[in-house]
């Protein structure tokens, strides 16, 4: 079993900032990739980011330019720097970790429970 737990969210007002951590904790052989999803009320959960073991990243549109993806492999954990925060951006952040237990396993995915964020016009 793989947990995962999210911490870093809050209220904070537009044009500011907050970094979420997420961090992988059981036994597995990878977690590869891992990344981070939303979902605003009355909206389904949609992409943010991700970022594989070697670095490589992937950004919504929405979020380019202000949001910074990172992971630190040896923790297992995986970062969301939001810069610019705009109301729009409010939302229930999940984090989610492509896990393989064994090395000839499929990947399996795990999801935190969420930490929200608000962000305040």
Same mark, same amino acid.
């Given at each position: 079993?793989?947990?995962?737990?999210?911490?870093?969210?809050?209220?904070?007002?537009?044009?500011?900032?907050?970094?979420?951590?997420? *961090?992988?904790?059981?036994? =597995? =052989?990878?977690?590869?990739?891992?990344?981070? =999803?939303?979902?605003?009320?009355?909206?389904?959960?949609?992409?943010?980011?991700?970022?594989?073991?070697?670095?490589?990243?992937?950004?919504?549109?929405?979020?380019?330019?202000?949001?910074?993806?990172?992971?630190?492999?040896?923790?297992?954990?995986?970062?969301?720097?939001?810069? %610019?925060?705009?109301?729009?951006?409010?939302?229930?952040?999940?984090?989610?970790?492509?896990?393989? %237990?064994? *090395?000839? %396993?499929?990947?399996?995915?795990?999801?935190?429970?969420?930490?929200?964020?608000?962000?305040? %016009?």
């Amino acid at each position: 079993q793989v947990q995962l737990v999210e911490s870093g969210g809050g209220l904070v007002q537009a044009g500011g900032s907050l970094r979420l951590s997420c *961090a992988a904790s059981g036994t =597995f =052989f990878t977690i590869n990739p891992m990344g981070w =999803f939303r979902q605003a009320p009355g909206k389904q959960r949609e992409l943010v980011a991700t970022i594989t073991s070697g670095g490589s990243t992937n950004y919504a549109d929405s979020v380019k330019g202000r949001f910074t993806i990172s992971r630190d492999n040896a923790k297992n954990t995986v970062y969301l720097q939001m810069n %610019s925060l705009k109301p729009e951006d409010t939302a229930v952040y999940y984090c989610n970790a492509n896990v393989r %237990s064994r *090395a000839w %396993s499929n990947g399996r995915d795990y999801w935190g429970k969420g930490t929200l964020v608000t962000v305040s %016009s």
